[in-house]
Nanobody, 128 residues
Framework: VQLVESGGGSVQAGGSLRLSCTASGFDFDDYVIGWFRQAPGKEREGVSCIAHSDGSTNYADSVKGRFTISSDTVKNTVYLQMSSLKPEDTAVYYC??????????????????????WGQGTQVTVSS
């Protein structure tokens, strides 16, 4: 099982980045893929998640209207398009895989401890 994030980097405030999370070794359709972030000295924070069973999504209030999650089931890849970036978005971004269920997407940004698999993370730095 492997989740590999890519696309991180350094941008100015107001800029954009697109993160990718490519999965292998498990059935992509049976899982919700979520994005989380962790800044130094802070707890891991849920950002967004998507269910491949029906395409439903969820976002943290802090990123609504600025971030968009999407998936390519052929490539087993989930994308996080981040726009209007702010310095407070600076963090290591991780993707994780959560077994799909009726409530998985609704709760998926709030329960990192229920995720089964994690990637290694990619750094996003936003300068003012």
């Amino acid at each position: 099982v492997q989740l590999v994030e890519s696309g991180g980097g350094s941008v100015q405030a107001g800029g954009s980045l697109r993160l990718s999370c490519t999965a292998s070794g498990f059935d992509f359709d049976d899982y919700v893929i979520g994005w989380f972030r962790q800044a130094p000295g802070k707890e891991r924070e849920g950002v967004s998640c998507i269910a491949h069973s029906d395409g439903s999504t969820n976002y943290a209030d802090s990123v609504k209207g600025r971030f968009t999650i999407s998936s390519d089931t052929v490539k087993n890849t989930v994308y996080l398009q981040m726009s209007s970036l702010k310095p407070e978005d600076t963090a290591v971004y991780y993707c994780g895989a959560l077994p799909d269920s009726v409530v998985a997407v609704k709760l998926g940004v709030d329960r990192p401890y229920e995720y089964e698999y994690w990637g290694q993370g990619t750094q996003v730095t936003v300068s003012s």
